[in-house]
């Protein structure tokens, strides 16, 4: 299996509900991070959490990791349908500089 | 915040042409950037780590003489696809780091005929 695996595949939701999507990983990591992709555009960085760090808040974003289970978890509150994106977890095996590898992704759907 | 910009944003060439696509780090400086590919409703493959000053490392399968790689200036990478082919077609995305964040540009999507 890959290196940050998110599941579900694809999750769709009421707006005004929470959605929470999960990442696996395999190997150790320096931190984890949640990246948003609109369709056809680039990445947006959501948030970071250090492997140290066991959960982080940003706004309507809270991030959890654990490394005992080489989890994370990304919630969206209170979702929009702007909040409409494919969502990324990737890995940082060797250093804050280095090279990323991602997880396949996860479709969310926001219903207006 | 940190940007990182991509140009162009959309190619179309015919096949055995040659592609240049430009990624530049607009308010800081990154001595390394990274290449991804990505197809369609699937993840980001990572291509290649663009050093400035030395040699690109390529990951394991990628063409270093299909996809040539420049690092000129410690804000701007281009990526070249040299002869391109029809499976060439796909969604390039540079990132920087700054900070301890890999900033990412916004894509070029090359269509080969």
Known sequence: SQQGEEDPQALSIQEGENATMNCSYKTSINNLQWYRQNSGRGLVHLILIRSNEREKHSGRLRVTLDTSKKSSSLLITASRAADTASYFCATDATGANSKLTFGKGITLSVRP | ?113
Request: net charge positive.
């Open chain 2, 1 to 113: 915040g940190a940007v990182v910009s991509q140009h162009p944003s959309r190619v179309i060439c015919k096949s055995g042409t040659s592609v240049k696509i430009e990624c530049r780090s607009l308010d800081f400086q990154a001595t390394t950037m990274f290449w991804y590919r990505q197809f369609p409703k699937k993840s980001l493959m990572l291509m290649a780590t663009s050093n400035e000053g030395s040699k690109a490392t390529y990951e394991q399968g990628v063409e270093k003489d299909k996809f040539l790689i420049n690092h000129a200036s410690l804000t701007l990478s281009t990526l070249t696809v040299t002869s391109a082919h029809p499976e060439d077609s796909s969604f390039y995305i540079c990132s920087a780091p700054y900070l301890g964040t890999q900033y990412f540009g916004p894509g070029t999507r090359l269509t080969v005929l």
